[in-house]
Structure formats: structure tokens, C-alpha cells
T-cell receptor, first 112, second 114 residues
């Protein structure tokens, strides 16, 4: 089983719609969680951190469910420019350091 | 600031050839990383460095070597390229005092090994 799993999509939704996708993680000791955005043939960029109480940044809301071991990303009023691949990132304690695991990404396509 | 830059952007190698990928950052970051990204696999850490003169293995280090002789540069070497090393390679960096997961990525190097 992969340590971090995401539905690869693609999610194809009309502009203005609300879309949500989840990311599950297998290690219950995972400490920190993030969403990165990656445009086609570009590098990943940090979108937002995910806090235990949930957090919002404009049209984006991130939530963490430790009991079920998943994080989610909700995008409201989606724009054409939201089309990208969204990578889930999890930090897992490892020996005296930690390791960062990237999910393989969920592809989102917003249509006019 | 140029941020994180990578050279070359594209390269085609024959099996058995060697090459070095260069990553440079002008943000005075202590930490630097090399990842590879393959379809359906996500980004996987090859090697990383927490400072000049230090390197450590990541998740998939076999077949690669690295050096960090200067703080701003992190080199990734392939001594004898194999088709399994066909991938997109990303370099990343961050400051030691930053959220360590807020990494700044370079634009990537697309490598094909035939």
C-alpha cells in the first residue's frame, strides 16, 4: 500500500463549480500535511498547509481528519486557472529526522 | 532573484553514458534536494543536503551521486545511465529556519535514456 494515495482523476468540472478531493495516508504518526499545485510541465508550488482545525485561503479550504487518516481540498467557485495537478504532501517522523512523501497527484480540469 | 535554476532543461542519453545535472539557488538556502518524478509515482527523493559539504541518501539513491561543494550549488551525477532513469528531475531548496516542507522548486530537467 502506498504511504500517500490520491485519486489521479482527472476531475473535469465546469467553471464556477465546487470540487473536492481527498488524499489518504497510511502512517498514523504523520505530523504535517500540505497541498502543492503543479501546472502542466512545470514545477510544484506550495498551495497551502493543512492545519488540524481546518483552514481556508480564499476559495480554497483544507481539512484534516486524523481518525480516518485523510486530508481534503475544497475549491469553491472554480476558475479556469485552477486547472492543474494537486499534490498531497505528508511529513512522517523517521528516525531522528522526518521524511516528506508526495502523493502522485489529482488532475483537475476546469472547462468554460 | 533567479530562485532555483536547473541545467540542462532537456537531455537525451544513451545507456551507459554519464552526465551531471546542476542545480543553483541564489536565496542563501541551507537545504537542497533532488527528486525524480515519474507518471503515477509522485515525487521521490533521491538525495538531499543540509549544508555545504554534506549530503545524505533519500528514498531512491541507487545509480546517483551528489555533491555540494558550494552552498548555492547541488550537483546530481549519473555515472552509467540506464533506461529506468528516464524521468523528470526536480531540484528544490529551503532555508533551515523555514517550514521545511515549503520547498522552492526549480523548473525541472527532462532526461531520456535510450
Amino acid at each position: 500500500r502506498k504511504e500517500v494515495e490520491q485519486d489521479p482523476g482527472p476531475f473535469n468540472v465546469p467553471e464556477g463549480a465546487t470540487v473536492a478531493f481527498n488524499c489518504t495516508y497510511s502512517n498514523s504518526a504523520s505530523q504535517s500535511f500540505f497541498w502543492y499545485r503543479q501546472d502542466c510541465r512545470k514545477e510544484p508550488k506550495l498551495l497551502m498547509s493543512v492545519y488540524s482545525s481546518g483552514n481556508e485561503d480564499g476559495r480554497f479550504t483544507a481539512q484534516l481528519n486524523r481518525a480516518s487518516q485523510y486530508i481534503s481540498l475544497l475549491i469553491r467557485d472554480s476558475k479556469l486557472s485552477d486547472s492543474a495537478t494537486y499534490l498531497c504532501v505528508v511529513n512522517i517522523p523517521y528516525s531522528s529526522a522526518s521524511k516528506i512523501i508526495f502523493g502522485s497527484g489529482t488532475r483537475l480540469s476546469i472547462r468554460p | 532573484n533567479a530562485g532555483v535554476t536547473q541545467t540542462p532543461k532537456f537531455r537525451v542519453l544513451k545507456t551507459g553514458q554519464s552526465m551531471t545535472l546542476l542545480c543553483a539557488q541564489d536565496m542563501n538556502h541551507e537545504y537542497m534536494y533532488w527528486y525524480r518524478q515519474d507518471p503515477g509515482m509522485g515525487l521521490r527523493l533521491i538525495h538531499y543536503s543540509v549544508g555545504e559539504g554534506t549530503t545524505a541518501k533519500g528514498e531512491v539513491p541507487d545509480g546517483y551521486n551528489v555533491s555540494r561543494l558550494k552552498k548555492q550549488n547541488f550537483l546530481l551525477g549519473l555515472e552509467s545511465a540506464a533506461p529506468s532513469q528516464t524521468s523528470v528531475y526536480f531540484c528544490a531548496s529551503n532555508k533551515r529556519t523555514d517550514n521545511p516542507y515549503e520547498q522552492y522548486f526549480g523548473p525541472g530537467t527532462r532526461l531520456t535514456v535510450t
